[in-house]
């Protein structure tokens, strides 16, 4: 059934911004945009949303902004904590690389079914006023100065324009728009086959845990708990594997049983094979057209980390677009997104190859050495704490954009900032603009329009000021989506300096 029933409001016909894609990541930008008063439509092709479970985990770093779009306890009441990964070879355990010890807000992820993860943003759209308008196929684009014209076909063929401010593609992996762009993912790896299967089963493994299984067998296995009794699996499969082979529950079952993954499948809810390939555009902004997520950057699940990239491009974009529509500011600021986004996907890529590579070594003798290493390291040095920072993805920071200024001690302008934890979190959720945390803490000043003053509790002071290094005092600006803007020694002249580099 389409998803619009006939008594909404009619959308508006010249929209600040059209969002082609009503995936996880044009649905977090269009409830970003619409939570900052936005004029926002998205247009999706299908008529109803997939009903197929691609991205499971959701890492800490996401639940942050998802908390601050206003889904965080939606997004858990669907979900199953976990809190680290087990690594096993030969049937025996080698190694546990625990979330609990990273600093971050959320010392964990979550795994929920990505439809579960998408009904949560509609549902949060729908209440901000925004529905999807479904069977709308974005057919062309004509982007000119001062806007763009976008061409929407319906299924019988019949056509619509909708002008708009700005155009954001996150319409996946065969994006249209950044086809209409004139762009194309560039990437070369091409490599491993898997199984995957999304099952109700029946096993022992810690139901907190992610689990991936390096041998016996020529090939990996993994799996993670879902709610209820369900889990994701993935069978590695050798080279040479009759591409057309139907994918049953009895193949499954027999390659998860070669990979030492104890689990007794009874009911499938999905069924696939996946190969694995990576690659990401050159640019994310042309003009006044944008990607987005799977638009822009495609790679191996491993580590999970796709549709929570795309997500942090979406809250990256949202603010920036929303200061832009309101201030007309289309320069330095909207230029940072690319600035900032484009390496975050390159090393995102860098970082699932390698996963990828190291899950899938066929040479037994590399095998020992790799199970060795992880034995080794994981157990007995901070690497487990380091790759657990990384895929949870609390190790992104914008060091060296073109929109962050000053210096700190320990927080940087461009980190995430951490502190205080919850009132920041809180105050982004609330606040559409930026938030101030001034050193020593006083009465409220006025510092400028769009900027709110935090005043913190004493003892966030004392770690603020530590962690910044501003002993004689000074500012912290918190960008809306959550990152540190400026660390400078004076609030007045600190923070001009910071909306002068907006305007540039
Ligand atoms: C098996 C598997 C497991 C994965 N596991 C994880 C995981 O655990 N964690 C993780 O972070 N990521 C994971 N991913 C990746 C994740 O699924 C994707 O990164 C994510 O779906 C990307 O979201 P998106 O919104 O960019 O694109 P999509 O989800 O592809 O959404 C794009 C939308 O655009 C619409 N569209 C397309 N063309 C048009 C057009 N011309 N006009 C209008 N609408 C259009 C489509 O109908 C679709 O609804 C996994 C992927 C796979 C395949």
């Given at each position: 059934?389409?998803?619009?029933?006939?008594?909404?409001?009619?959308?508006?016909?010249?929209?600040?911004?059209?969002?082609?894609?009503?995936?996880?990541?044009?649905?977090?930008?269009?409830?970003?945009?619409?939570?900052?008063?936005?004029?926002?439509?998205?247009?999706?092709?299908?008529?109803?949303?997939?009903?197929?479970?691609?991205?499971?985990?959701?890492?800490?770093?996401?639940?942050?902004?998802?908390?601050?779009?206003?889904?965080?306890?939606?997004?858990?009441?669907?979900?199953?904590?976990?809190?680290?990964?087990?690594?096993?070879?030969?049937?025996?355990?080698?190694?546990?690389?625990?979330?609990?010890?990273?600093?971050?807000?959320?010392?964990?992820?979550?795994?929920?079914?990505?439809?579960?993860?998408?009904?949560?943003?509609?549902?949060?759209?729908?209440?901000?006023?925004?529905?999807?308008?479904?069977?709308?196929?974005?057919?062309?684009?004509?982007?000119?100065?001062?806007?763009?014209?976008?061409?929407?076909?319906?299924?019988?063929?019949?056509?619509a324009t909708i002008e708009a401010a700005f155009v954001v593609g996150t319409d996946g992996a065969r994006s249209t728009v950044r086809h209409l762009l004139g762009l194309r993912l560039e990437g070369s790896f091409a490599g491993e086959d898997f199984l995957l299967g999304d099952v109700d089963g029946d096993h022992d493994y810690d139901p907190s845990c992610f689990h991936t299984f390096f041998s016996p067998g020529e090939a990996t296995g993994l799996l993670f708990p879902l709610p209820g009794d369900r889990a994701r699996v993935f069978a590695q499969l050798p080279p040479g594997v009759d591409p057309d082979r139907p994918v049953t529950v009895e193949w499954l079952q027999e390659a998860l049983d070669e990979r030492g993954v104890r689990l007794r499948v009874r009911e499938a809810h999905w069924l696939t094979r996946l190969r694995l390939k990576h690659g990401q555009v050159p640019r994310y902004r042309v003009g006044r057209v944008f990607l987005a997520g799977d638009a822009a950057h495609i790679h191996s699940p491993a580590g999970g980390l796709g549709m929570n990239t795309g997500i942090h491009d979406a809250v990256n974009l949202g603010w920036k677009l929303a200061l832009a529509v309101a201030s007309g500011r289309t320069g330095a600021l909207l230029d940072s997104y690319e600035a900032e986004r484009h390496p975050v996907g390159a090393d995102v890529i860098a970082l699932s190859t390698r996963l990828t590579r190291l899950g899938t070594l066929r040479n037994p003798v590399a095998q020992r050495v790799r199970n060795l290493v992880l034995h080794l390291g994981l157990e007995s040095t901070s690497l487990d704490e380091r790759l657990a920072a990384r895929v949870e993805q609390q190790r992104v920071r914008y060091a060296g954009s073109p929109v962050v200024a000053g210096h700190g001690r320990t927080v940087h302008p461009g980190d995430f900032l951490r502190l205080p934890r919850t009132q920041v979190a809180d105050a982004l959720a609330r606040t559409p603009g930026h938030l101030a945390v001034v050193l020593p803490r006083g009465w409220p000043l006025h510092l400028a329009e769009g900027v709110t003053e935090l005043v913190v509790t004493e003892e966030d002071e004392d770690a603020l000021t530590e962690a910044t290094g501003l002993t004689h005092g000074g500012i912290v600006v918190v960008r809306p989506d959550g990152y540190v803007g400026l660390v400078g020694d004076d609030p007045k002249t600190g923070v001009a300096q910071y909306l002068a580099l907006l305007d540039g």
């Open positions: 059934m389409p998803e619009q029933p006939a008594a909404l409001p009619t959308p508006a016909p010249t929209p600040d911004v059209l969002v082609v894609g009503a995936g996880p990541v044009g649905l977090a930008l269009a409830v970003d945009l619409a939570r900052r008063g936005v004029a926002v439509r998205v247009v999706d092709t299908l008529a109803a949303p997939t009903t197929e479970s691609r991205a499971i985990v959701v890492h800490s770093r996401t639940l942050d902004h998802l908390q601050a779009l206003g889904v965080l306890d939606a997004v858990l009441e669907r979900a199953v904590v976990s809190r680290g990964m087990e690594l096993y070879a030969d049937g025996r355990r080698l190694a546990h690389v625990g979330f609990d010890g990273i600093d971050a807000v959320h010392p964990y992820s979550v795994s929920l079914l990505q439809t579960d993860t998408e009904a949560v943003l509609t549902a949060r759209l729908a209440e901000l006023g925004v529905h999807v308008e479904r069977s709308t196929t974005l057919t062309a684009l004509d982007a000119r100065d001062d806007g763009v014209v976008a061409t929407v076909t319906a299924p019988d063929g019949t056509g």
